[in-house]
């Protein structure tokens, strides 16, 4: 499915979410955009979201909790929350705030671990 803001991809291993724009300037401009995947968390039959950040090159803090948020929330119904193909530098914020404890980063969709 495809829309504005989103590519919405279902498969056997869980849904992959790849969003269109380049930077998450703030949590508040892209709300329509963190409305949307936050939906698809929610669903309980959504065990595994995985978030394509091929076309990001820019998140602000404010984005980096809403990544800690969709987490708890997949959590909440025993699924969990998957972050691929993240760029080099937003990788070296995630590790710096230590938030790869917390976070799962891979650097291919295809390869979600178990």
């Known amino acids: 499915m495809h829309n504005s803001l989103l590519h919405i991809d279902q498969r056997d291993r869980g849904t992959i979410v790849k969003p269109l724009q380049s930077q998450f300037l703030s949590a508040t401009e892209s709300r329509p955009l963190w409305d949307q995947i936050s939906k ?26 809403e990544f800690i948020e969709l987490t708890r929330t997949m959590k909440r119904h025993s ?20 938030l790869d404890q917390v976070l799962t980063v891979t650097d291919n969709c295809e390869q979600i671990p178990d």
């Open 40 to 65: 698809i968390a929610h669903d309980e039959t959504c065990q595994t979201l995985v978030l394509d950040l091929a076309n990001v090159t820019f998140v602000s803090s404010e984005i980096l909790g």
């Open 79 to 98: 699924g969990r929350l998957v972050l691929c193909h993240v760029c080099s530098e937003i990788h070296d914020v995630i590790q710096l705030m230590k």
